[in-house]
């Protein structure tokens, strides 16, 4: 798994903006009372605010001369006070599959990936809420790059509109979107980034804009309980939990979150999460470590856990990157598993890996410049860690609805 692909496509940072002055306000990620604020501060009335959002949300327009229902002296008034931005994309990879990777550089430093995962007739945008991140999750590739910073919302909204400007998405239509869902499950942790991660799924929600339904969009956590409980009220959308162990010492070792909320408390907050129902069950992610938390025993404990949830289990091959601690368990393993959890009345899909070739898949982010820089370390140290490659066949596996 080589970082230096042949279909890296080396992109000019886009210049839709050039340098904007530093008092300029970007209109991306500001909430609609924050634009209407905006509006009447720079002298217009309150009502622009509504055409300037169906402008920037549901037709995408990268300019404020494309907004032809303001006449020009409004046009001309606005350019002067605000810009709207994008990260510029640094270079994207298209995997054998078709998923997509885009390596975004985020106005005011530092770099992020998101991750385009297209089925038949839909499709999932992986969206990442930090630079780097803090929780250090043993099997993660993410977590060995330290957090850099916190996204704003423009910058997450910002992913969504360079996905859709590359997919010719706009305006947003009401059915037949290859863009239908959201999955925050990029780099970082989204519940400690929570303002800036609820304020832009609000606008990414909003009816009179890109209007994704909170029924498509997912959050995934390593469990930070003590934000669970706003992300069901103020978003109500789907919940994700990287659950990966059902014994605090082992989930200890590979979520050390884990010391700070066991799994008693982390379910608990499962178990009360505003709207989970049977119809909307919560998703257990379950990454399959060999020899670490693949035992029959582990998957009845599993059962025995889920109790009371409305639960589904997402089990996860281990996607190895270089230097990986760990090896993914054995596709009889993977499937006993499973079956002792479906056995049991849970669903428990096997998802098929994608986009592995170009290091796109769950758990696989990491900036460019900080690979660089783990590469030239790896260099240098002793070639001493003897961590084989990940012997799981993908193709063995069903695909997970
Ligand atoms: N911080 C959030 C979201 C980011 S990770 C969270 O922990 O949920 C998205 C999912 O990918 C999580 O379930 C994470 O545990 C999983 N993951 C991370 N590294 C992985 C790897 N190498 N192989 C498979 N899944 C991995």
Redesign the pocket.
């Known amino acids: 798994m080589s970082d230096t692909q042949d279909n890296i496509i080396q992109e000019k940072p886009l210049a839709l903006n050039p340098s904007p002055a530093a008092d300029q306000v970007d209109l991306i990620g500001l909430s609609r009372q924050e634009l209407e604020a905006a509006v009447i501060r720079f002298g217009l009335p309150k009502f622009r605010a509504k055409q300037i959002w169906h402008w920037l949300y549901h037709r995408g327009v990268k300019s404020i001369d494309e907004m032809t229902t303001l006449s020009l002296r409004v046009r001309d008034k606005l350019a002067g006070y605000c810009f709207i931005g994008r990260p510029s994309v640094v270079n994207q990879q298209l995997s054998e599959d078709n998923t997509r990777k885009w390596l975004l550089a985020i106005p005011g430093g530092g770099e992020v990936e998101t991750v385009f995962i297209p089925e038949r007739e839909r499709g999932a945008l992986?969206i990442?809420?930090q630079v780097g991140?803090a929780?250090s999750?043993k099997?993660?590739?993410?977590?060995t790059q330290p957090l850099l910073r916190n996204l704003t919302a423009a910058d997450i909204v910002g992913q969504l509109m360079i996905a859709r400007d590359t997919y010719g998405e706009w305006p947003s239509s009401r059915g037949g979107r290859l863009l239908s869902n959201i999955?925050?499950?990029?780099?970082?942790?989204?519940?400690?980034n929570f303002d800036n991660v609820a304020k832009a799924l609000k606008i990414v929600m909003d009816q009179e804009g890109i209007s994704i339904s909170k029924r498509r969009i997912t959050?995934?956590?390593?469990?930070y309980v003590p934000n669970m409980k706003r992300c069901g009220e103020e978003l109500n959308v789907n919940l994700?939990?990287?659950?990966?162990a059902v014994r605090n010492e082992i989930r200890d070792e590979i979520?050390p979150?884990n010391k700070k909320f066991p799994i008693e408390e982390l379910l608990e907050a499962c178990r009360s999460y505003p709207g989970s129902h049977n119809a909307r069950r919560i998703t257990f992610?379950?990454?399959?470590l060999k020899g670490i938390n693949d035992s029959e025993s582990d998957a009845r404990e599993l059962v025995r856990l889920m109790r009371g949830i409305p639960a589904k289990i997402?089990l996860?091959?281990?996607?190895?990157?270089p230097g990986?601690p760990?090896e993914?368990s054995s596709g009889a393993t993977i499937n006993r598993f499973s079956e002792i959890i479906n056995n049991a009345g849970y669903s428990a899909p096997v998802?098929m890996?994608r986009g592995r070739d170009i290091m796109a898949?769950?758990?696989?982010?990491k900036s460019a410049s900080e690979r660089a820089k783990q590469k030239s370390q790896e260099a240098t140290a002793s070639s001493s860690c003897g961590r084989s490659s990940n012997p799981y066949t993908a193709r063995a596996f069903p695909i997970n609805s």
């Open positions: 992986c990442s809420s991140c929780l999750c099997f993660c590739h993410t977590g999955v925050m499950m990029g780099m970082g942790e989204p519940l400690l959050l995934s956590t390593a469990g994700a939990v990287s659950l990966h979520v979150l992610e379950y990454v399959m997402n996860i091959p281990f996607n190895a990157w990986a760990f993914c998802r890996p898949a769950c758990g696989q982010l």
